[in-house]
């Protein structure tokens, strides 16, 4: 797996979530550049102007759900990776309507680390 020019934005009203990703994403990934958001809006906004490697992001957020934030992505980028998060597993369901990857909280790093496996390209010569 390259970890080479990886980029990852994380975006969760909570406080110590956003803190505790960019330690486990850090930790696993220490090349990796790591963006951190509370505010979707303001998300948005960074989207517009930076590729991300990928975008996880929680689903209940004020101003703007975690969906709504998907949406709005894949119209900016339509190729970006984006993971959503939920402590709620009928969000499942908004996550395939939506056509991007979910993940159950409380999750562990490995099953945050195997679905971002598929977003990140294997090393060259493998």
């Known amino acids: 797996m390259s970890e080479d020019n990886l980029r ?3 975006v ?3 406080k110590s979530m956003r803190s505790l990703l960019e ?3 850090s930790s696993r990934f220490p090349k990796a550049v790591i963006d951190t958001y509370a505010d979707p809006v303001e998300a948005l906004e960074q989207i517009k102007n930076t590729k991300y490697t990928v975008v ?3 689903f209940n957020m004020p101003v703007m759900t975690g969906f709504e934030l998907g949406q709005q992505a894949k119209i900016i980028q339509p190729d970006v990776n984006f993971v959503l998060m939920s402590g709620n ?3 499942n369901e908004k996550a ?3 056509g991007v990857n979910f993940i159950k909280k409380p999750f ?3 099953e945050l680390v195997s679905i ?3 977003y990140i390209p294997a090393p060259k010569g493998s």
């Open 8 to 10: 990852f934005l994380v």
């Open 12 to 14: 969760d009203d909570e």
């Open 23 to 25: 330690v486990m994403l």
């Open 56 to 58: 996880l992001s929680d």
């Open 89 to 91: 597993s009928y969000n």
């Open 96 to 98: 395939y309507q939506l």
């Open 108 to 110: 562990r790093i490995s």
């Open 116 to 118: 971002l496996q598929e």
